[in-house]
Nanobody
Framework: QVQLVESGGGSVQTGGSLSLSCAASGSPAVACMAWFRQAPGKEREGVAI????????HYAGSVKGRFTISLANAKNTVNLQLSSLKSEDTAVYYCAASTLGACIANWQRFNYWGQGTQVTVSS
């Protein structure tokens, strides 16, 4: 089993920045890590993906150029830097891991999930 522990999040004003972090542990080996989000009344959507061995990234169009996903700590931690935040970025953000492979640009391939952390953007 893969365990995911998220940290960060909170409240910020429009145009501000915030950082999220997620530490992964356990087995089997993780091929990709990602962040998803779910706003009130909406379905969960993918935000960003990163391959743990290649560092290749993929972003949703709505966050491209504003959010940055990266790996740290011998690649068992994934960070998400959120910048130029908008009110529509308000959501619960979930860390996810894929042990299935073929996961870059494929939001359906994630099989482990964190508990979620709230991000609230207000004017």
């Amino acid at each position: 089993q893969v365990q995911l522990v998220e940290s960060g999040g909170g409240s910020v004003q429009t145009g501000g920045s915030l950082s999220l972090s997620c530490a992964a542990s356990g087995s089997p080996a993780v091929a990709c890590m990602a962040w998803f989000r779910q706003a009130p009344g909406k379905e969960r959507e993918g935000v960003a993906i990163i391959g743990t061995s290649t560092g290749v990234t993929h972003y949703a169009g709505s966050v491209k150029g504003r959010f940055t996903i990266s790996l740290a700590n011998a690649k068992n931690t994934v960070n998400l830097q959120l910048s130029s935040l908008k009110s529509e970025d308000t959501a619960v953000y979930y860390c996810a891991a894929s042990t299935l492979g073929a996961c870059i640009a494929n939001w359906q391939r994630f099989n482990y999930w964190g508990q979620g952390t709230q991000v609230t953007v207000s004017s």
